[in-house]
């Protein structure tokens, strides 16, 4: 259960570096037989991951719960004995006052975190350190375009991952690097045609 600990606080501090607006709701869906027992825990783990990068504070498994509570967010929990691509995968969903926004993970072993939904889009990503999140249309050299910009800065890539719904549409880009970088370098990427929208991550 130590692996779904983990994936549920990273689950929750991915969202949180992506809302916008006051968060509302937080919905945690279990899907698989691990979580046949109390998930209290998990739950838990989850808004930590979540308020502490919402709201750079001090924020633990104590006290986790109860600043939910003080800011009024709804919490709620289901539970399913499978999930259609997944032996055990945990569902959190945002509702903010602007927007809704899901995110799917699982578990491949104790420190292998993966993310493989976000919204509609379906990849299989390492949900784990530094995260440059690119949203783009989905055309030829888009991924040629992005590296390009990091190496041309001297920005190791130590994975990427790609997922789109269908051809020509919205796709979604993640690739895992090993530091932080400038704001300027996410500058330049955001800058590149096609890209909508383009987020670092710090998990």
Do not use: W
């Amino acid at each position: 259960m130590r692996a779904y600990l983990l994936l549920a606080e990273r689950l929750g501090s991915f969202q949180a570096q992506l809302l916008e607006g006051q968060i509302a709701e937080i919905r945690i869906q279990y899907s698989g037989n691990i979580f046949k027992g109390d998930v209290n825990l998990l739950s838990t783990a989850c808004q930590v991951g979540l308020l502490k990068s919402a709201l750079h504070t001090n924020i633990n498994y104590v006290n986790a719960s109860l600043f939910t509570q003080q800011r009024g967010i709804q919490i709620s929990e289901t539970k399913k004995l499978a999930d259609d691509n997944f032996s055990n995968s945990i569902v959190v969903t945002v509702v903010t006052d602007k927007t809704e926004q899901l995110a799917e993970g699982t578990s491949f072993g104790k420190n292998d975190t993966r993310i493989v939904r976000d919204d509609d889009l379906y990849l299989n990503a390492k949900l784990e350190g530094h995260i440059i999140l690119i949203y783009n249309l989905d055309i030829p050299g888009m991924i040629g375009r992005s590296g390009t910009v990091l190496v041309k800065h001297q920005i190791n890539i130590a994975d990427m991952t790609c997922g789109r719904k269908q051809i020509g549409s919205l796709a979604l880009m993640l690739i895992n690097i090993g530091e932080s970088i400038p704001i300027e370098i996410m500058h330049e990427i955001s800058e590149l045609d096609n890209v909508t929208f383009a987020k670092q991550i710090k998990l």
